[in-house]
């Protein structure tokens, strides 16, 4: 073990007696050993990305088409026109192929778990977490191509943001972040569910209401008073006005501040949730 | 901080009272498990015995649900990652990454136990190479033989050259040819200082490798010793002759029972006698009774009983067959 040990001062260790003699070894690995092994992951899960880029038709044809359906079918009833349609659409739309995108996340990861190379990565020295990380970093390619292709679909179609460069940048990182964050709770469903096409299930009963009982496609005070109660403390909806005022206004508007307050909340409880259920299940 | 633990000092794994259930399964059920330092420990048992489930729990991959164990001394429940640091380990199923080449899983289990880009890409190539597995490195591992498989799964257990390496069933489903590769391959690890923990369902196997071995079935260890101890326990060996002239029959069998005090089974035709031996070395003391009587003797033979008729003796049972058929190794 000349490779693995690289101890810090004030680090608990252990002493174990192996044949070069007694070793102190630490009881955990480090911050540093996290991240460094949760990037490694990513780059496998890049690797993998490459290999069946059949993986990425959720990310590249749906946002397209959803664009262009939802444009043209809503449009006119909701806002008069497809144009005045699209800068209340587009911001949807991110969020649902997002929220999409993140879904894969989960499916994937079950796959993935029932697979030999999972009991290897448990009976490894390395953080329990970066299983679970690494793949989750790796998306935000996905993501990133999906907030991309929808940007560029609604520019096609006549969609100006008036926000200006810096504010669809803007937005399009806060896509990002909230698809990275949202992507935990289907992890978690992903670690709990004994089957990929149990997540699946599930995953499509928690993905809808997210994505439609919000502010996505419709404006809120559209709805029933009881609804417009669920649609307010969504974090997807606050993320779908925080993506609006951006693109729209390039305003930094408080619903920014509760969108990233939304996705810390849910990273820290079903990030939790999904390293206890994972090393559990080993 | 440093914990000190308490056992005994040489022991690479001490385990006590080691219990798992599933439902109300008992899979493991009350083992202890005694692994000295540089010697190769067979666990041996036919299929379900509990071989894998008790691998499994000191190797951190399930919980125990009772007893204690340590490995180097470092108590497995209460520092798994410490434990996680001393071992190697290698499924009963391969345990790569199919997406991924041979070079880049070894590349990235390099990475994943902390090499540097630049070390963990020399030591996938020392290790490709020393696995004959160069030619193929860059090959989806989907189109691997059984065997290529194992020794790409083997090859990522020794990237941290670890002291200790658990194999789980490290032959089962390959050809003759490949077993007596990976025997040669275990046997170099041992030459290199590891421990070896190593569980088969082959008698053949435990005998050719293990210096010692435990025998297990369902859930409880029934016997351990070293391969020949076991084999003593169950009867004797024999002394097979043939005798060059059958006629010399009867005054042989006068010699051997003056002798050895038993009675011998005959093939008087052939001049075949099978003498019963409680100690392999009465044996000698036949042979010159044989040459002071001037009675020629075409062959003789030692003949020891088989594992597979200790562990009828011990079980009850036998092991049955699960042997798969042996995968071939494609034509390259």
């Known amino acids: 073990m000349t490779t693995t040990t690289t101890l810090t001062p004030g680090e608990p260790t252990v002493t174990a007696r192996t044949l070069a003699g007694a070793r102190d070894l630490p009881t955990r690995p480090s911050v540093r050993e996290t991240v460094s092994q949760s990037l490694a992951l990513a780059w496998r899960a890049l690797l993998k990305m490459r290999r069946n880029p059949e993986q990425l038709v959720d990310v590249t044809f749906q946002p397209l088409l959803f664009t ?18 699209l800068p209340l659409l587009i911001p949807g739309i991110l969020a649902q192929t997002a929220l999409t995108a993140c879904m894969a996340t989960g499916i994937q990861l079950r796959e993935d778990m029932d ?5 290897r ?7 329990r977490i970066a299983p679970l990380v690494g793949p989750a970093v790796a998306d935000l390619v996905r ?6 292709l929808t940007i560029l679909a609604g520019l096609a179609m ?9 504010g669809v940048v803007a937005g399009w990182l806060l896509t990002l972040v909230a698809g990275w964050s949202l992507a935990w709770i289907f992890t978690w469903l992903g670690t709990v569910a004994r ?14 209401p997210l994505t439609f009982l919000s502010n996505a496609f419709v404006p809120a005070d559209t709805l029933p008073g009881w609804l417009q109660a669920f649609v307010r403390f969504n974090p997807v909806s606050h993320v779908v006005t925080a993506v609006r005022d951006l693109l729209n206004s390039g305003a930094v508007t408080g619903d920014v501040g509760w969108a990233l307050l939304g996705c810390a909340l849910v990273v820290a409880v079903f990030g939790t949730l999904s390293v206890r259920t994972y090393s559990r299940k080993m | 901080m440093t914990t000190n633990t308490t056992s005994q000092r040489g022991a690479a794994v001490h385990a006590r009272g080691l219990v798992k259930t599933f439902g109300r399964v008992r899979a493991v059920d009350g083992i202890d498990l005694d692994v000295h330092r540089g010697e190769v420990f067979g666990v041996l048992g036919p299929n379900g015995a509990g071989k894998t ?8 991959l399930l919980p125990m649900d009772g007893g204690n164990a340590e490995v180097l001394g470092v108590d497995v429940r209460e520092h798994p990652h410490v434990v996680r640091q001393l071992l190697g380990v290698t499924g009963q199923y391969a345990s790569v990454d199919e997406n991924l080449t041979a070079r880049e899983n070894l590349r990235l289990f390099g990475r994943l136990l902390g090499l540097s880009s630049t070390q963990a890409r020399s030591t996938a190539e020392d290790l490709l190479g020393r696995f004959g597995l160069e030619d193929a490195a860059d090959r989806a591992i989907a189109k691997f033989s059984g065997g290529m498989r194992r020794r790409l799964d083997l090859a990522a257990s020794l990237i941290s050259r670890p002291p200790l390496i658990f194999l789980d069933e490290p032959t089962t489903g390959l050809d003759p040819r490949t077993r007596g590769q990976m025997w040669d391959t275990i046997r170099e690890l041992v030459r290199d200082g590891c421990t070896v923990l190593l569980t088969t369902q082959y008698l053949d196997e435990a005998d050719q490798l293990a210096d010692r071995v435990a025998v297990i079935d369902q859930g409880r260890k029934v016997a351990e010793g070293t391969p020949d101890e076991l084999k003593s326990q ?6 097979q002759l043939r005798l060059v002239d059958p006629a010399h029959t009867a005054d042989a069998v006068e010699v051997v029972r003056g002798l050895v005090a038993e009675q011998p089974t005959l093939t008087p035709e052939a001049g075949g006698i099978t003498v019963p031996l409680a100690d392999a070395n009465r044996a000698a003391d036949v042979l010159i009774g044989l040459r002071q009587r001037d009675l020629p003797i075409s062959s003789a033979a030692v003949h020891k009983p088989t594992l597979d008729e200790v562990f009828l003796a011990l079980t009850g049972h036998g092991t049955e067959d699960t042997r798969p058929e042996p995968e071939m190794e494609p034509t390259r």
């Open chain 2, 234 to 239: 169950v009867g004797s060996s024999s002394l």
């Open chain 1, 143 to 148: 993501y990133g191509t999906a907030a991309t």
């Open chain 1, 158 to 166: 006549g969609y100006r943001p008036a926000g200006g460069l810096l």
């Open chain 1, 115 to 119: 697979k030999g190379v999972f009991d």
């Open chain 1, 121 to 127: 990565f448990k009976s490894l020295p390395i953080a």
């Open chain 1, 195 to 208: 089957s990929a096409q149990a997540v699946q299930g599930i995953s499509m009963m928690v993905m809808f």
């Open chain 2, 53 to 60: 489930t008790t691998l499994q729990m000191l190797a951190t």
């Open chain 1, 68 to 85: 262009a359906m939802f444009a043209y079918i809503f449009g006119g009833a909701i806002s008069g026109s497809v144009s005045d349609y």
